[in-house]
Structure formats: C-alpha cells, structure tokens
C-alpha cells in the first residue's frame, strides 16, 4: 500500500518546551488514521506540521511523497482539506456566501455547494446568516467547507467536539462514505468511540512520541487479560479473571444456574491508553 | 507565485459585501464626511482645510479600514481558512487592499463635492492620491497583523490618525522650532505642498520630487510591513 503520509524521528520545540520528541508513524492511501492523545500531547502542533502551517525543529515528513518544508504550494492545497480546532467562518454572512466564497477560491463549480450542504443536511439553512447558527451547525458549515474541492486527504482536528450524538453520527456517517470513496482521513479525537467507529487504526501520541499504534481490534485483543464478567440472579455483578481460577468460579456458578448473562471483559481503546499512559485521554 | 484576478476578486467580493454589514468599521467613512460638511459650511474654504479633510481620509479610511479587516480575520479564525485554501498572501492581501481603496476613491469624491474642491490638475492630484494611499495602505496592514482583534485596530490607529489626519497643525511647530522641520518630510504635508503647487500651475518638473518622497514612504511602509510579517511567521 502506499504512504499518503510518512513521519520520521519528527521534533518541534517551542522556546525551551518540546511538544515533539520522536514521532515515527504512516498514513496509508485511503484508511482513516487516528491520532490519539492527551490535551497538549501535540495533536494539532503534527496536523500544522503536516499542512505546512508550522515548521518542525528536527525530522522529516513527506505527504504525498513531497517534504512538507515544501508544501506550501497552491497545487498542494488543493489536493487537502483541513478543519482545525479553531477555524473560523465569516459571522455577518450566510452560509452560502461563505461557501461561496471558497467555491471561487478552490476553483471548483458552485453546485459542489449543495452536494456538500446535503452531505452535512443544512440544505435548508443556507440563506441563514452564521451569527445565528448553534455550534454544531456552525461545525457542519466548516466542514462542508472543508469538502468543497473533494480533497485527496483530509484533516481533521477534534471535527466532533462540540456536537451532540445525533449530529455526531451524522457526520460519522458523511466521513464513512467520503472514505469509502477514496479520501484518506487523519482523525485527532479525545472520543475513544469515535475512533472506534472510524479508524483503520489508530497511534496514542503522549509524552512526544507514539506510545501504540495499530488497528483498534488488535489492541483490544492484545491488551484483553481473559477475564469476565457476570451478572447474577441475585443482582450482584462479578469480574472474574482469566485461567484456571476464574473457570472454577464460572463453572460453580453456571452449575448452580445462577447466570443471568456473562460478557467478556473487552479493554476499550480508553482502557488502553489509560493502562499505557497512566493519564485519562481527556 | 501565483497571482489569480479571480481569487483577488472574490475575497474583494466577501470583504465588501461583509463590510456593508459591519457597521463598526464602515462607519468611519462618515468621520470626514461630517468634517467636509463642517468646514463646507462654516468658512470660507481654503486648500489647507480641504486636505484637511483629504488627510484625515487616507489616515482614518484607508489605514484603518484596512487595519481592522486584516485584524478581524486574525480575530475570527478565518484568515488560516484562507491561507489553507489555494490562495496566497499577496492575494489575500490585495483583496481587501481594493476594498479598502475602492472605499477610499468614493469617500474622497464625496468629500471634494461637499467642500467644492476641483484641483486645477485632477490627472496630477489623482497621482500623489493613489502613491499616498499605497502608504496608508501599507501603514494599515503592518498595523493590522501587529494587532489581534477588531478593538486593539481600533487603538493602535489612533496615532496614525492624530500623527497624519490632524498633521498639518505640525507645521506650526515647525515655524517655532526649527529642529523639527523633518517634520516637512511626512507624507501628509508633502500632499498638501504638492497640491499648493498643482494649483500654482506648476508642472512635473517642479512636483516629482513630492511624488518621489511619497513612494518612498509607500516604499518603506511596504518594505516593514513584509519584514514584520516574516519575523511573525518564523515565531
Ligand atoms: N505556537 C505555540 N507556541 C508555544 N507553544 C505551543 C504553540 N503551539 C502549541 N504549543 C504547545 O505545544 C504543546 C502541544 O500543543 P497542541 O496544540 O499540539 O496539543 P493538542 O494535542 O492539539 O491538544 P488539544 O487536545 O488540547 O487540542 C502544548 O504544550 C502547547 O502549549
Ligand atoms: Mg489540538
């Protein structure tokens, strides 16, 4: 498969504080890549590295096969899109001056508009002026916005953070289908589900380098200890551990038909990130 | 490098049409409307109170207007939106430069109607105008990326408006202290001897050396503003 993104030995120091100390890892064409990590862990200093909007101390990174130090080119933009955690919209006018806006710097058709308003459902809304939008309709503008050019490769820092479930899923649903089409995705999130839900794998970013990387279903296998836990008929609810001790446990119970259900007890990728951390990804 | 008319055209587009709405900074166009009115109406008018009035446009319109756009985009969070997208800086930039330009060109007609003001060579004043505004122009940008919201803009141009808008109350000191006669050099009272001459008759050969230091102000004022902006961007 080949490399969309490719980090090596990457550093970034901010006056006398590093935020990167050895960032190794690969985006490949066409997955949806997470990068998990604490607040300050250096999410979106990576994602400003790599959209050639900040410069690193030391290491290489190449997207598309280019140095980022030579990214800065229109060609270049146009082939991304990048929702960061703190773009902007112009509040006095409407969504679609907005998007009108971009349409005509991108180049591209002003019907692309209602393909994009469709795929975040604000094709009613678009004579409303953005001053008046709620947080989640104001993040479903930014990221219409972000998809107006179809993007080759997409950015997209905490793109969830302020929406409800219901929008949340929906955007979900809109970035599924982008990816099966073919746009790579490089996710940050704190929404462990989320990065369930949408990542080909995922790398927990703490400390200035990546802790774990791999597919979400293999970590959660490899970090799972074998126990499980059961839910009696008298109420209690009980983890065993895994092996020899735990069996004897279950099968006494299961002898004396006292279980009402038994689950294994899976990590989710929270637990992980816990347990390889010691910090809450919050 | 690249440099698209259609680019520099639809950020002028948003810009206009988000400034008609955006009463806060518009609303300064009224500032020297008002002074036209004041003077046209109370004196006899002289050419020292037109470009009283002219001064106070480029200082207060333009350096401002532009000022606070490019600050309010720093504000909003929307000027990395349009650094992401294909379009550069310098178009950017010159977008809402003709904004800014285009707001100045009707202000300045508005004020030389109220105030009857015909220039005896509209074609030589039309000149020294357009140099000046590049000026101010360049003057409201640096200002602009130095400050980071709407507000501080709003603060950080005042001396620009008292230094170029009320200018000419300088002179004065110059008369008493002869030691601050560079004071002559600035570009405000450079357009006001240059006018003098314009309605002397004099012809290019006695003005250019006025156009000439009103481009090296432009000059300069462009020079800063890149170093500034690329001092910020290595931060
Ligand atoms: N321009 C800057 N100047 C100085 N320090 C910075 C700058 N940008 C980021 N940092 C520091 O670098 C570290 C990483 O910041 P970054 O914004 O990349 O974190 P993050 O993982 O995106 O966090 P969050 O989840 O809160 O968005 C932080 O300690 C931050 O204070
Ligand atoms: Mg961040």
Redesign the pocket.
């Known amino acids: 498969m080949e490399n969309i993104i490719e980090v090596k030995n990457l550093a970034?120091v901010?006056?006398n504080?590093s935020?990167?100390e050895d960032v190794n890892f690969q985006v490949k064409k066409g997955e949806t890549f997470g990068f998990l990590?604490?607040?300050?862990?250096?999410?979106?200093?990576?994602?400003?590295i790599l959209t050639g909007q900040?410069l690193q101390t030391s290491g290489d990174a190449e997207v598309f096969g280019v140095k980022n130090t030579a990214l800065n080119t229109a060609a270049y933009r146009k082939r991304i899109g990048v929702l960061s955690?703190n773009s902007g919209l112009y509040q006095r006018l409407s969504i679609e001056e907005n998007l009108k806006l971009y349409c005509d710097l991108y180049d591209v058709p002003r019907k692309r508009m209602e393909e994009v308003l469709d795929l975040v459902n604000l094709s009613g809304e678009r004579k409303k002026v953005v001053s008046k939008l709620s947080k989640g309709m104001t993040q479903r503008v930014l990221l219409a916005r972000t998809l107006l050019h179809e993007p080759d490769l997409l950015f997209l820092?905490?793109p969830t953070s302020a929406l409800d479930p219901a929008n949340s899923k929906q955007i979900h649903d809109g970035l599924r289908l982008l990816n099966e089409k073919g746009t790579t995705i490089f996710l940050?999130t704190?929404d462990m589900s989320e990065a369930e839900t949408l990542c080909n794998r995922v790398a927990f970013?703490n400390k200035g380098k990546i802790q774990l990387l791999d597919e979400p279903k293999t970590l959660r296998r490899q970090f799972a200890d074998g126990s499980v836990r059961l839910e009696l008929k008298n109420g209690q609810i009980i983890s065993l551990p895994g092996g020899a001790e735990g069996a004897d446990e279950v099968y006494k119970y299961m002898s004396n038909n006292e279980i009402v259900s038994i689950h294994s007890n899976e990590p989710t990728l929270g637990d992980i990130f816990v347990e390889i951390t010691g910090r809450e990804l919050v | 490098m690249t440099f698209s008319w259609k680019r520099i055209y639809a950020i002028f587009n948003k810009d206009l049409k988000d400034l008609s709405k955006n009463l806060f900074v518009s609303s300064i166009i009224v500032l020297p409307i008002l002074m036209a009115f004041l003077y046209g109406g109370m004196y006899d008018m002289n050419l020292e109170l037109h470009y009283m009035v002219i001064n106070l446009t480029l200082a207060s319109v333009t350096a401002f207007i532009q000022c606070a756009v490019i600050a309010e985009e720093k504000e909003k969070h929307t000027l990395r939106g349009l650094m992401l997208s294909p379009a550069s800086l310098t178009e950017i930039l010159t977008g809402k430069s003709l904004v800014t330009l285009f707001l100045t060109a009707i202000t300045l007609v508005l004020c030389s109607m109220i105030m009857d003001y015909e220039p005896a060579s509209l074609g030589m004043v039309a000149i020294a105008l357009i140099i000046s505004m590049l000026f101010y122009i360049g003057i409201g940008t640096l200002l602009g990326l130095l400050s980071r919201t709407v507000v501080e803009a709003s603060v950080i141009i005042l001396p620009v408006i008292f230094l170029f808008g009320f200018g000419s109350l300088l002179m004065v000191l110059v008369d008493k202290y002869p030691a601050l006669s560079f004071i002559e050099y600035l570009p405000n009272i450079q357009l006001v001897e240059f006018a003098y001459k314009v309605e002397e008759g004099l012809g290019f050969g006695d003005l250019w050396s006025h156009l000439a230091i009103l481009l090296a102000w432009a000059v300069v004022s462009f020079i800063v503003t890149a170093f500034v902006y690329k001092k910020r961007e290595l931060?």
């Open positions: 970034k901010f006056g504080q935020a990167l990590g604490p607040s300050g862990s250096g999410k979106t200093t990576t994602i400003k900040l955690d820092d905490e940050t704190h970013l | 931060d």
